[in-house]
Structures are given as C-alpha cells and as structure tokens.
C-alpha cells in the first residue's frame, strides 16, 4: 500500500504544479478595477459574502447587499458606516425568481448602473441519496443552483448595458478589441464539491457541479460576444461560514458510518479552516485577473489535482492518503508514551 500511495503522491504533486505559488498571495492593488463600480452582493449577511462587502467598500465600490437574514444583513451595512460609497440592502430569498428579478430592478433604480453580481448565497445538507426527500433536494438546488441562475439571468444583461454604455468613442472600428471604461463581472460560486463527489452530499454535489457547467459555458458564451463582460467560477474549499450551522440533514449517513445531528455539524465545522475574508479577496483578484476558475484552499488545490490524475478513482486514492496520513500521527502520537516507558524500564 506504501508503494501505491507513494506512486499516487507523486503523480499528485505533479499535476500540482499548475497550482503554483501553493499559497495565494495577496499585494496585488486591484482597487482601481472595482472603484466607483456596483457590485451586487447575495448571502451577504455573513461569512464571504459580508467580506466581500468590506473588501468592496475599502475599494470605493458601491454595494447593493442582500441576504434572507434581516438582521445579519443589517449588522453587515453597520460595518460599512464611514466608506464613501452608496450602500443598499434588500431581504431575499434567492430561490425566488420575481424578487431577485425586483432585487435587480431596484438595484438599477437606486445606483444608476451595476457591474458585478456575486451569486454567493449558499445552503448545505447532509444525506444519503436513498435517505433524502425530494423536498430537501429541491431546497439545495432551489437555493445553490436555481438561485445562482436567476441572479444571473436578472443581472446579465443589466451588467451588460452599464458596460456598454461606457465603450470608447476612440474605438477602431476595424479592430476586434472594443474598448469599455468599466468593467462587468459574473462571479458564481461553486465549491470543492463541484470538482469532485463526496458520499452524504449529492444534493450538494448536484447543485455545486450544475453551477461549475453553467457558468464555463456563460463565459465561452460572453467571449465571443466580445461585450466587456465575463464569468469566473469559485471553488472554495473549507472556509469559516456558518454553513455547517445552517446546514440540514437526517439520520441516514449513519448507514455510512457517518455521524449524524451535531455530530455531524461539529464535523463539518472541523473542515472549515480558511479564513473567509481571505478567501473574499482571492475572488476578488480572480474576478479582476478575469480568470476562468479560481480555487481557494490548500484543500481545494490538493483534491482538484487528485481529481486530474485519476479521474475514475480519485475516491480511493483521497481514502488511501486519509488511511495513511492517520496512521501517521498514530505514530507520532504514540512516540512521547514510548519514551516514557523506556525511561520507566
């Protein structure tokens, strides 16, 4: 087994390299792409989405937040007091086509223009797929997914007239490049869980892939439209939110020798190590460097090259390196014991 595993890790660490620096460095001064730009924010009532608010107003953006928490929506807008920029919220439900429709609406009616929608709002459940209803299935990707799609349906086409109207009167007719003065962006937000699968989390598997598809294939879609206008998708690894405490699930992953009711949410909370304001301004730089896809994570890094390399079996592979990794600080573990015995002998 240590043969294969060795073998695996270094197929991994090659794959990997395309993943280079590892860790995500943050001095580069991106603000003059979102200053006095509108930035749409959903689920920002906490975690990235609130982060992404403050990273947003330090940069001159106006923001219109939004989330389905009132008051956390408001203690978010509080934090915003003393930038100088416009700041609106609306309460809403983003599985809710007509209000994010109104939502969008308002926003145009309030700022006179918006160039970035973040379609950040998120919900989680744990289950097996024997085990859910068809109701909490809907709910995930009445949220995760549909979600997402009527923020960028409501959004698209409103981004892209703000940007048109400041296209350059200086353009050469003649050349392909057009030229705009501000800028437009379409920032979705999948997840690890949209590169790879994990037992108990079809439901978020299904939405986070169905969001990682619908958004390569509106910015091939936006690209060749030439408009100013682009997509980038976030696969976010484990990051401190409050999704594990707002997550639901049942008692069926204990079919899976999985732990269930706060167990379970303890769990789910032990993965979430990143740091989400760090992690709001990874987006950022991913959305400014207009790049395709953005993964934020050590974690998310490592599974995704995993995922390259074997993409047929890269389940028992993360299981093989999990068995080994824990019989490893077994070992470590079991070193201070052995020493005091040899002292006591």
Known sequence: MLNTVSGNVSAIATSLRQHLPFSSHQDHDISPYYRNHVAAITGSGSGMGRELAIHLAKMGCHVALSDINAEQLAQTKDLLVGYDIKVTTTVLDVSDNKAVEAWADSVMAEHGKVNFIFNNAGVALYSTVEGSSIS???????????????????????????????????????????????????????????????????????????????????????????????????????????????????????????????KAISSFNKFLKFDASAAAWIILQAAAANQPRCLIGNDAKMIDAVQRVFPARYSQVLNDINKLSRKLKGKKRAKPADRKAAIAH
Request: glycine share 8%.
């Open 136 to 262: 909490e299935l809907e709910w995930v990707m009445d949220i995760n997914f549909w979600g997402v799609v009527y923020g960028t349906k409501a959004f698209l086409p409103l981004i892209k007239n703000s940007v048109k109207e400041s296209e350059s009167t200086k353009n050469n007719k003649d050349s392909k490049a057009r030229q705009f003065n501000e800028h437009g962006h379409i920032i979705n937000i999948s997840s690890l869980f949209g590169l790879t699968a994990q037992p108990s989390q079809s439901a978020y598997n299904a939405s986070k892939f169905a969001v990682r598809g619908f958004t390569e294939s509106l910015r091939q879609e936006l690209d060749i439209q030439r408009c100013g206008v682009s997509a980038t998708c976030i696969h976010p690894g484990g990051i401190k939110t409050n999704i594990a405490n707002s997550a639901r699930g049942n008692d069926s992953i204990s079919d899976l020798g999985m732990r269930s009711g706060r």
